[in-house]
């Protein structure tokens, strides 16, 4: 499974972060995504119910879009995640027994670092793609990072937005996070947001296309 999972989300790039939504809305937000050329969504674990809701989009969705779990920060929260229906697992930090667990069951690891040594560390432990995390200082920090790790596939994370995206993939990302600069759970799911949040996540996919 985790080379089909890999490179689903190398193939399509764009990984949308749902933070904080309302269970009974995940499935519409997912749909619109879709609608907008989005193939990867993450539903952090810190959401409320966050493990239904990764069942719920897993069940309805599962066939259209690849579903991970997010912000997963031991071992424990990787198991419960992927017997929910998660297929790959992203996480702040890294923790080399989450990376060891979600290998074991044939998912995708994503951990989180930001120095080449942390970097470095993930990927010998077996990560797949390593989220660099936070990816505020910009594109030309994660230029240097990809000097000397050309080999590492990383993920920016956090910071990524329209205005900068096409820097971050001419510095040589493999994949990116995007967070609240496409999914924000702070507004009302209506009708309209669902249909602007379309048109947004299809500016994403052509930005990196």
Same mark, same amino acid.
């Given at each position: 499974? $985790?080379?089909?999972?890999?490179?689903?989300? !190398?193939?399509?790039?764009?990984?949308? =972060? =749902?933070?904080?939504?309302?269970?009974?809305?995940?499935?519409?937000?997912?749909?619109?995504?879709?609608?907008?050329?989005?193939?990867?969504? *993450?539903?952090?674990?810190?959401?409320?119910?966050? !493990?239904?809701?990764? *069942? !719920?989009?897993?069940?309805?969705?599962?066939?259209?879009?690849?579903?991970?779990?997010?912000?997963? +920060?031991? &071992?424990?929260?990787?198991?419960?995640?992927?017997?929910?229906?998660?297929?790959? =697992?992203?996480?702040? $930090?890294?923790?080399?027994?989450?990376?060891?667990?979600?290998?074991?069951?044939?998912?995708?690891?994503i951990p989180g670092?930001? $120095? &080449?040594? *942390?970097?470095? $560390?993930?990927?010998?432990? @077996?990560?797949?793609?390593?989220?660099?995390?936070?990816?505020?200082?910009?594109?030309?920090?994660?230029?240097?990072?990809?000097?000397? +790790?050309?080999?590492? &596939?990383?993920?920016?994370? @956090? #910071?990524?937005?329209?205005?900068?995206?096409?820097e971050f993939r001419?510095? @040589?990302?493999?994949?990116? #996070?995007? #967070?609240?600069?496409?999914?924000?759970?702070?507004?009302?799911?209506?009708? *309209?947001?669902?249909?602007?949040?379309?048109?947004?996540?299809?500016?994403?996919?052509?930005?990196?296309?």
């Amino acid at each position: 499974m $985790t080379a089909s999972v890999l490179s689903h989300l !190398l193939e399509h790039k764009l990984v949308s =972060i =749902i933070r904080g939504a309302n269970p009974d809305d995940l499935v519409s937000i997912v749909r619109a995504l879709h609608a907008g050329g989005i193939r990867s969504v *993450e539903v952090t674990i810190n959401s409320p119910k966050a !493990l239904r809701g990764i *069942e !719920l989009v897993a069940d309805e969705l599962g066939a259209e879009m690849m579903v991970g779990a997010g912000t997963v +920060l031991d &071992p424990e929260t990787a198991r419960l995640a992927l017997n929910a229906g998660a297929r790959f =697992i992203i996480s702040p $930090t890294l923790n080399v027994k989450t990376i060891r667990l979600t290998k074991r069951y044939g998912a995708v690891s994503i951990p989180g670092a930001f $120095t &080449p040594t *942390e970097i470095l $560390t993930a990927y010998e432990h @077996g990560a797949d793609i390593v989220k660099v995390f936070p990816a505020s200082l910009g594109a030309a920090y994660f230029k240097d990072l990809k000097g000397p +790790l050309p080999f590492i &596939p990383l993920m920016p994370t @956090g #910071g990524v937005k329209l205005d900068n995206i096409r820097e971050f993939r001419q510095a @040589g990302a493999a994949a990116y #996070g995007l #967070g609240s600069a496409l999914v924000d759970t702070s507004k009302p799911v209506s009708e *309209e947001y669902l249909r602007q949040l379309a048109q947004k996540a299809q500016q994403f996919v052509q930005a990196v296309s």
